[in-house]
């Protein structure tokens, strides 16, 4: 069993900034990936960032630039530094690790944190 744990979502302002943290327990294999993912009211969800046990951080257009995905392996912890928030940022964000390959593979998903952007 995976359990994940987000903090950090607030409400701010139009180009305030936020850092979400995820904490990952239980039954954790490396080599893994971490990712924060986006759902906006009446979208689906979207990838935002992810970032491998090995380091590899990758993102999302709308993220680029803005947003910094790090990971801390020894604490099975990732975050997500967001910088210049606009309201199209607004929706709750999931953290989820993806281990194993093939039939193997699975994800676990976090219970989300809600990120508002008022304009």
């Known amino acids: 069993q995976v359990q994940l744990v987000e903090s950090g979502g607030d409400l701010v302002q139009t180009g305030g900034s936020l850092r979400l943290s995820c904490a990952a327990s239980g039954s954790i294999l490396r080599p893994n990936t971490m990712g924060w993912y986006r759902q906006a009211p009446g979208k689906q969800r979207e990838l935002v960032a992810s970032?491998?046990?090995?380091?590899?951080?990758d993102y999302a257009e709308s993220a680029k630039g803005r947003f910094t995905v790090s990971r801390d392996n020894f604490k099975n912890t990732v975050y997500l530094q967001m910088h210049r928030l606009n309201p199209e940022d607004t929706g709750v964000y999931y953290c989820a690790i993806d281990q194993g390959f093939g039939t193997s593979f699975r994800r676990n998903w976090g219970q989300g944190t809600q990120v508002t952007v008022s304009s």
């Open positions: 970032i491998t046990s090995g380091l590899r951080a």
